[in-house]
């Protein structure tokens, strides 16, 4: 395999997600931000947060496998959330869990980075999905 994940001691825990990936492969795959829309762009979980990260993640997932990587190769996550407060953590959080197993998300998580931002490109979109993997 091509990434390995890892959490030199010392570095901050309990995280859901390892600090540090390597990735030894010379494919890389670079998925751009998804969110919750189907295959014909219409919006999906409109107002529920943990609704649009499962979709958003799924997205991710089917753009991985369309490049023929999985979630087993990601050396980096980064998701965007609207008007991050810490009290929506729980909705993410759920999110995450509600489509874990169906997509094959390890855990803990690839590196993974969630940043509060003021708005995306459409007023319904609560968060975006971003993913870098690399095979051999």
């Not at 947060?49 to 023929?68: D, I, K, M, Y």
Request: hydrophobic fraction near 50%.
């Amino acid at each position: 395999m091509a990434v390995r994940l890892l959490t030199p001691e010392g570095m901050f825990q309990p995280v859901p997600y390892h600090h540090v990936s390597v990735g030894t492969g010379s494919r890389q795959i670079h998925v751009a931000g998804q969110i919750a829309r189907d295959a014909e762009g219409n919006p999906l979980a409109t107002g529920d947060l943990a609704g649009q990260v499962a979709h958003a993640l799924r997205n991710t997932a089917r753009g991985l496998a369309g490049a023929g990587a999985t979630f087993a190769d990601v050396v980096r996550l980064r998701f965007y959330a609207v008007a991050w407060a810490p009290d929506k953590m729980d909705a993410f959080v759920a999110g995450i869990q509600q489509v874990a197993d169906e997509i094959g998300l390890p855990s803990p998580l690839p590196p993974a980075s969630l940043i509060g931002v003021d708005y995306l490109f459409e007023p319904d979109v609560l968060v975006e999905v971003e993913a870098d993997a690399v095979l051999d």
